[in-house]
């Protein structure tokens, strides 16, 4: 009977593993989108023509926030409610960099590494 349960034990250790491997689940898309419950898209992850990031957008539709990669960036934006860019943290092969801007567009903190002139 000792036997047996091993043996039962043993069998199981081998084929569970290997049976929930080949029916693991690999979903490929190029977005998903999250709707509101008035249908309204709030939330986008997926490819663009530029390449792939994570878009969120008000309950007007505008998009506040971004975090993409374009070409060689990779960058993090926050947009006010009027479309204004107000934080930029963007990383390249030359260094990284950390804007903030005022209502206006204007700069009003920079910080960059590598300093580049």
Same mark, same amino acid.
């Given at each position: 009977?000792?036997?047996?349960?091993?043996? /039962?034990?043993?069998?199981?250790?081998?084929?569970? =593993?290997?049976?929930? $491997?080949?029916? *693991? #689940?690999?979903? #490929? !898309?190029?977005?998903?989108?999250? %709707?509101?419950? $008035?249908?309204?898209? #709030? !939330? *986008?992850?997926?490819?663009?023509? %530029?390449? =792939?990031?994570?878009?969120? @957008?008000?309950?007007?539709?505008?998009?506040?926030? !971004?975090? %993409?990669?374009?070409?060689? /960036?990779? @960058?993090?934006?926050?947009?006010?409610?009027?479309?204004?860019? #107000?934080?930029?943290?963007? /990383?390249?092969?030359?260094?990284?960099?950390?804007?903030?801007?005022?209502?206006?567009?204007?700069?009003?903190?920079?910080? $960059? @590494? =590598?300093?580049?002139?």
């Amino acid at each position: 009977m000792k036997r047996i349960a091993i043996l /039962v034990i043993m069998t199981m250790l081998i084929l569970v =593993p290997a049976w929930a $491997q080949e029916n *693991k #689940r690999v979903i #490929r !898309a190029t977005a998903f989108v999250v %709707e509101d419950d $008035q249908g309204r898209e #709030r !939330a *986008k992850l997926g490819m663009t023509s %530029e390449g =792939p990031g994570l878009l969120l @957008y008000d309950e007007d539709g505008n998009c506040r926030f !971004a975090f %993409e990669t374009v070409d060689d /960036v990779t @960058y993090l934006m926050m947009v006010d409610e009027n479309g204004a860019a #107000r934080l930029m943290l963007s /990383v390249t092969e030359y260094g990284s960099a950390l804007v903030i801007y005022d209502e206006n567009r204007k700069i009003i903190w920079k910080e $960059q @590494y =590598p300093i580049l002139e």
